[in-house]
C-alpha cells in the first residue's frame, strides 16, 4: 500500500472524485516530498490523504479523511 501515484494518475483520480462527490472545489495534490501521502484538499485545505493500493495487480484508493471537532456546528 501506499505507492506512489503518478501525475496522470492524480488527474484521473482528482476527476472522478470531482464528479462522484459533486464539488469541482476538491482537488487531489501530489505529496510535499519524497515519502509523503498525496493530499485531498477542499478550497486549498487538506481534508485527508490519499493512498495507493495495487495489491494482487488490483489497483484500489483508499482515503483517509479528518474532521476535527472544532469544525464541527455547535451541538443543540
Same mark, same amino acid.
Given at each position: 500500500? $501506499?505507492?506512489?501515484?503518478?501525475?496522470?494518475?492524480?488527474? +484521473?483520480?482528482? #476527476?472522478?472524485? +470531482? +464528479?462522484?462527490? =459533486?464539488?469541482?472545489?476538491? #482537488? &487531489? $495534490? !501530489? *505529496?510535499?516530498?519524497?515519502?509523503?501521502? &498525496?493530499?485531498?484538499? &477542499? $478550497? =486549498?485545505? %487538506?481534508? =485527508? #490523504? &490519499?493512498? +495507493?493500493?495495487?495489491?494482487? =495487480?488490483? %489497483?484500489?484508493?483508499?482515503? $483517509?479523511? %479528518? %474532521?476535527?471537532?472544532?469544525?464541527? !456546528?455547535? *451541538?443543540?
Amino acid at each position: 500500500m $501506499n505507492a506512489s501515484l503518478s501525475a496522470s494518475e492524480i488527474a +484521473r483520480l482528482q #476527476t472522478a472524485l +470531482r +464528479r462522484l462527490l =459533486g464539488s469541482k472545489e476538491l #482537488t &487531489v $495534490n !501530489p *505529496a510535499p516530498r519524497a515519502g509523503m501521502s &498525496v493530499e485531498l484538499a &477542499v $478550497n =486549498g485545505e %487538506v481534508i =485527508g #490523504t &490519499v493512498h +495507493r493500493d495495487d495489491e494482487d =495487480g488490483d %489497483v484500489s484508493y483508499a482515503i $483517509n479523511m %479528518v %474532521v476535527l471537532e472544532e469544525d464541527l !456546528p455547535p *451541538a443543540k
